[in-house]
């Protein structure tokens, strides 16, 4: 059984840092592309980052390319996301989720749907 347990969140003022992990068990953790996605009261649950199983290749949505960053650690089951330059519209909750081993994923990364097996979230709240 997948498990994917997200941390790191809090409290951060505007232009300020935080680094959100995520921690897998239960499927070799290499051989699946990762993503990172977030939701605000009241709102979709919308993409932010993407990696691919060997971490060659990041994907970002707009709204974060050049403040945020993903990474993993194989050895260690490990998604990372580095969220520098925090702004106001950043605060939301963030999941992180494995992406399905379907050969179209990367045309979907960005949409709910291609993934599967989510956490149950960290909130990032930042105020002014």
């Known amino acids: 059984q997948v498990q994917l347990v997200e941390s790191g969140g809090g409290l951060v003022q505007t232009g300020g840092s935080l680094r959100l992990s995520c921690a897998a068990s239960?499927?070799?953790?290499?051989?699946?592309?990762m993503g990172w996605f977030r939701q605000a009261p009241g709102t979709e649950r919308v993409f932010v980052s993407a990696?691919?199983?060997?971490?060659?290749?990041?994907y970002y949505a707009p709204s974060v390319k050049g403040r945020f960053t993903i990474s993993r650690d194989n050895a260690k089951n490990t998604v990372y996301l580095q969220m520098n330059s925090l702004k106001l519209e950043d605060t939301a909750v963030y999941y992180c989720?494995?992406?399905?081993?379907?050969?179209?994923?990367?045309?979907?990364?960005?949409?709910?749907?291609?993934?599967?097996?989510w956490g149950q979230g960290t909130q990032v709240t930042v105020s002014s």
């Open positions: 990696i691919t199983g060997n971490g060659f290749r990041e």
């Open positions: 239960g499927r070799t953790f290499g051989n699946y592309a």
């Open positions: 989720a494995v992406g399905r081993q379907t050969p179209d994923f990367f045309s979907y990364y960005h949409q709910v749907d291609p993934y599967e097996h």
